[in-house]
């Protein structure tokens, strides 16, 4: 079973254009990002060494990582350079009156 919910994280002003941000969404830490105006989320913690991706460079779509350079595609997710190779979880954002929502999809077997 798997349950979906949609968190207010913060208002389109609080991040600007090019920067990414981390923000806490109950019990997870997430980055947020603006890329040109359109706002991406992901699991904050880099899955190669659990750096922080909200620290990191924002380049393009990508993200790299500040503690070895790792890069992700922030869209997907998807790693994009080594040494990262495992998927960072991507969330989907809506904008609703210039406030940012972040749908949280909660699956059972994921719960510990
Ligand atoms: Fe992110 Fe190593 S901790 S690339």
Redesign the pocket.
């Known amino acids: 079973m798997s349950s979906s919910e949609l968190h207010r994280v913060c208002h389109v002003s609080e991040i600007a254009e090019g920067t990414a941000r981390g923000v806490g969404v109950g019990d997870r830490q997430l980055a947020l990002y603006n890329i040109g105006g359109t706002f991406y989320a992901t699991d904050d913690r880099?899955?190669?060494?659990?750096?922080y991706?909200s620290e990191g460079f924002i380049e393009g779509d990508t993200i790299e990582?500040?503690?070895?350079?790792?890069r992700f595609h922030i869209p997907t997710g998807q790693p994009f350079s080594p040494?990262?190779r495992v998927a960072v979880r991507a969330y989907p954002v809506q904008v609703i009156d210039e406030e940012i929502y972040v749908r949280i999809t909660e699956n059972e077997a994921e719960r510990e």
């Not at 880099?46 to 750096?51: F, G, L, P, V, Y």
């Not at 990582?65 to 790792?70: E, K, S, V, Y």
């Open positions: 880099c899955t190669h060494a659990r750096a991706l990582c500040p503690l070895h350079g790792g040494p990262v």
